[in-house]
């Protein structure tokens, strides 16, 4: 079994940043792929960005690409999301999501493991 726990969210102003941190724990060696998706009061969890297990392949929705950046750091078994130049429609839950895919699958279904999630709130 695999444990993922976010944090790094808040309450910030429009323009602003923030680095998203997932830091993972248990059967990590089951862990290929890993993303971040995100869900805002009244809509679907969405997309927001994967990474392959080496890093050497990214994937991001196209509402956040130029803006957001996904890593990882398999030493410490943390995923990243930095999370530049913030819009009030980037309000949401984010969700850090493991999975045993290879590559950096947009899919919900693609992802085996999910954290309980951190919230971020951007004000305009």
């Known amino acids: 079994q695999v444990q993922l726990v976010e944090s790094g969210g808040g309450l910030v102003q429009a323009g602003d940043s923030l680095r998203l941190s997932c830091a993972a724990s248990?059967?990590?060696?089951?862990?290929?792929?890993m993303g971040w998706f995100r869900q805002a009061p009244g809509k679907e969890r969405e997309f927001v960005a994967a990474?392959?297990?080496?890093?050497?392949?990214?994937n991001y929705a196209n509402s956040v690409k130029g803006r957001f950046t996904i890593s990882r750091d398999n030493a410490k078994n943390t995923l990243y999301l930095q999370m530049n130049s913030l819009k009030p429609e980037d309000t949401a839950v984010y969700y850090c999501a493991g999975g045993q895919r290879r590559g950096a699958p947009p899919e919900l279904y693609e992802y085996d493991y999910w954290g309980q999630g951190t919230e971020v709130t951007v004000s305009s």
């Open positions: 990474i392959s297990w080496s890093g050497g392949n990214t």
């Open positions: 248990g059967r990590t060696a089951s862990m290929y792929a």
